[in-house]
C-alpha cells in the first residue's frame, strides 16, 4: 500500500469485502505501508468515483466516505481508517523498513517491525494484510528495498495465530500457467 493510492477502485473494493467479513470479528489491518513512489501512475483508478449508479450500490457508505477523501485529496491511510467504518479495528500504519541502510540490516528490522506488529494483533481474530504487490516471490530478497512492497510466505506465518482468520491482498502475475498454478504454488 502507498498512500498516493489512497481512495482508488481497489480500495473501494477491498474495504467493501472487508466490511462484510468483519461483522462480529475482532479486525486488525496492516496497511504494509510503502513510500510513495512517483515514476509511474499507478494508484489513479478513481474514475469509479464518477460513475454513481454503477459503483455506488455496493457499499453507499463506504463510497460517499471515499468520494470525500478524493474531493478533499486526503492521500493517507489514517482517511480510510475514519472511512471504513470499522470503530473497533486494530490499524497498523507503521512503514515497511525498507529504506534501511547499511540494506543488510534490512531483513532483521523487518522481523522487528513485524513483531511489533503481533504484539498488536494479539487480540485480533480476523487480520487483513494490504501489501502494495500481494505475495512476495521465492526469488525476492529481503535486502531488496522492493521487497517492503511484498509480504512474504515467513511474514504470513509470523502473523498467523491459532484461531485468527487472515486475508492477504495480491496481485495477480504473470506465473507460468496462470492463476491457478500460482495459487498452488503459493499454497
Known sequence: MQNRYVGDIGDYVKLAILRELARG???GVVWWL???????ADGSHRKYLEQHTE????DPGLFEALLEINKQ???DVSALEKASGFRNAVFVSD????EIRPFTQRPTERNRWLGKIKEKLKDC???FLDPDNGI??????????CAGKSVMIGDIKALQDNNRAMVVYHHQTHFKGGH???IHHLS
Open 25 to 27: 470479528r475482532s479486525l
Open 73 to 75: 485529496n486526503e492521500l
Open 95 to 98: 512503514p515497511v523498513p525498507c
Open 180 to 182: 491457478s498454478s500460482e
Open 125 to 127: 481474530d480476523l487480520v
Open 34 to 40: 510503502f513510500p510513495n513512489e512517483d515514476h509511474n
Open 136 to 145: 512476495a516471490s521465492e526469488r525476492l530478497k529481503l535486502t531488496q528495498r
Open 55 to 58: 459503483w455506488k450500490r455496493f
